[in-house]
Structure formats: C-alpha cells, structure tokens
Nanobody
C-alpha cells in the first residue's frame, strides 16, 4: 500500500519560514518524480514545484528563490523549505507523486501579516 504522510506546516508571521515533510512508503521512491501542490482558500489547487528522482527541481516562477524542494531517497522523504513567507502563501499544501497517482493528506500553512 502506497502512503505519503505529510508533516510540518502551521502558522507563521510574514517573513517567516516553515518546512514541510512528505514521507513515502510502499513504493520505490527514488524512481518517482515528486511534486508539491497547494490550494489557497477558495481557489483551485496549483503546482508549487517538482523534483525528479535524481534531485532536479522546477518551480512555479512566483515561488522560485523562496521555496526549495529537496529529497532524501534513503529516507524516502521529500521536503519543502519555505522562506520569506507571504500571506498569499496561505494554503493547504499537498505532496504527490509526479504522475499525481498518489497524494499526501495535506497540511495547512497559514501566514499572517
């Protein structure tokens, strides 16, 4: 059974930092590209960025430079480091496999001004 279990998130003031974690089980993690998505309140889910099995990353323009996606294939874990957070980053954040077949449970990030 494939599971993606997220942790991290919470509330922070603007300019602060948070790190999200996504731990995978039940799949050959290193073979999967992975992604982070987010869904702001009242809006559609949107891509934050992706990372290949080898660690190459791509980001949505608005996130590049503030967000960093990384992974540890030994620990079967992906990370999203978010710095210089803005109120507009408030959303529920999801990890997923690159093919969107498997999803984490979501975790709330709230940034106050």
């Amino acid at each position: 059974q494939v599971r993606l279990v997220q942790s991290g998130g919470g509330s922070v003031q603007a300019g602060g930092s948070l790190r999200l974690t996504c731990k995978a089980s039940g799949l050959n993690f290193r073979l999967y590209s992975m992604a982070w998505y987010r869904q702001p309140p009242g809006k559609q889910r949107e891509l934050v960025g992706t990372i290949t099995g080898g660690g190459d990353t791509n980001y949505v323009d608005s996130n590049e430079g503030r967000f960093t996606i990384s992974r540890d294939n030994v620990r079967r874990t992906m990370y999203l480091q978010m710095n210089s957070l803005k109120p507009e980053d408030t959303a529920e954040y999801f990890c997923a496999t690159g093919d969107q077949r498997f999803w984490g449970q979501g975790t709330q990030v709230t940034v106050s001004s």
